[in-house]
């Protein structure tokens, strides 16, 4: 089993959709948390970290359960250019590590 | 503003070849980090760095070398190429290991061994 669990999708929604991407960890000594996004043949590059206390910038709000050990993110208004791929990382001692990422597929 | 910049970005080796993949920094990071991402299995730690003169194992070290002998270099080596180490390497950096501090990928080496 991973250590960082995602669905890999993909996800297909239209345009103006709301989805959401859920993450789980299994080890309690992971420090923090992070969602990246990847796009096609692309590097990862950070979408946003997530907050104990939940954070929100624009379109997208990250949520985090440490009890569950569990992360989320939440896309509001999908557009085109979201397609792509989501990674959710947690940082462990001084290591970063990934999940497998979802896939999202916005279509017109 | 370079960023972090990975050489080669293509290559072909037979196997039992070896070949070094090169990652230069130039935001004075201190973590550097070696990946390698395959379908269906992610982003995978290879090797990793806390700072000029450090390595350490990470998930899948075997098979691959590493040196920082400069802090704004991190140098991958595969001794002697195997076909199940085709993939695609990523190097990252960041001023922290993670945290709340953003790291930076290269654009990839994709790595083809016959």
């Given amino acids: ?108 | 503003n370079a960023g972090v910049t990975q050489t080669p970005k293509f290559r072909v080796l037979k196997t039992g070849q070896s070949m070094t993949l090169l990652c230069a920094q130039d935001m004075n990071h201190e973590y550097m980090y070696w990946y390698r991402q395959d379908p269906g299995m992610g982003l995978r730690l290879i090797h990793y760095s806390v700072g000029e003169g450090t390595t350490a194992k990470g998930e899948v070290p075997d098979g691959y070398n590493v040196s920082r002998l400069k802090k704004q270099n991190f140098l991958l080596g595969l001794e002697s190429a195997a076909p199940s180490q085709t993939s695609v390497y990523f190097c990252a950096s960041s001023q922290q290991p993670g945290g709340f501090t953003e790291a930076f990928f290269g654009q990839g080496t994709r790595l083809t061994v016959v």
């Fill in chain 1, 1 to 108: 089993r991973k250590e960082v669990e995602q669905d890999p999708g993909p996800f297909n929604v239209p345009e103006g959709a709301t989805v959401a991407f859920n993450c789980t960890y299994s080890n309690s000594a992971s420090q923090s948390f992070f969602w990246y996004r990847q796009d096609c043949r692309k590097e990862p590059k950070l979408l946003m970290s997530v907050y104990s206390s939940g954070n929100e910038d624009g379109r997208f709000t990250a949520q985090l359960n440490r009890a569950s050990q569990y992360i989320s993110l939440l896309i509001r208004d999908s557009k085109l250019s979201d397609s792509a791929t989501y990674l959710c990382v947690v940082k462990r001692d001084d290591k970063l590590i990934f999940g497998t990422g979802t896939r999202l597929q916005v279509f017109p």
